[in-house]
């Protein structure tokens, strides 16, 4: 049996450890039973934005954005597309800068749409405006790779 990933639940924030040969199979929840993986952005909070964002053993690339921006609603098909290519590799989130402005702060969002890549809470990369699918792919391979 290959070695467990910790992989944070994005509807109850459990962690939960699966197999990583079975990563692929879309698991479930242990706690809530919801699945792990859903082939969407996870939506963060300030109230779960640590918990998704800063552990678990897959990348978690968040896109700081808000409702009022422009080029941030442009974004958003390409970035839920993202989702279910890149799933189960790394996790795709979004916050919204607007409602949980904290979190904005706390990672010194100065324009927006803004991609911030994540591994175990550390910043691997960091990216502002808008990207084309094929830019997001070039982007979320390279992060992969440094990171």
């Not at 949980?100 to 994540?118: G, K, V, W, Y």
């Amino acid at each position: 049996m290959s070695t467990p990933l910790a992989i944070p639940c994005p509807h109850c924030s459990a962690l939960n450890r699966v197999p990583a040969d079975r990563v692929a199979e879309r698991p479930n929840c242990g706690r809530c039973k919801q699945a792990l993986f859903e082939g969407h952005p996870a939506e963060l909070t300030t109230a779960n934005f640590d918990a998704i964002a800063g552990r678990g053993d897959l990348p978690v690339l968040v896109d700081f954005w808000a409702p009022w921006c422009g080029p941030c609603v442009g974004f958003a098909p390409v970035f839920v597309q993202a989702a279910g290519k890149f799933e189960p590799r790394l996790r795709l989130a979004k916050l919204d800068t607007e409602a949980q402005p904290q979190i904005a702060a706390r990672f010194n969002i100065r324009s927006i749409p803004t991609l911030i890549m994540f591994r175990q809470g550390r910043e691997i990369a960091r990216q502002s405006g808008a990207l084309n699918a094929a830019q997001l792919q070039q982007f979320v391979e390279g992060a992969l790779a440094r990171g």
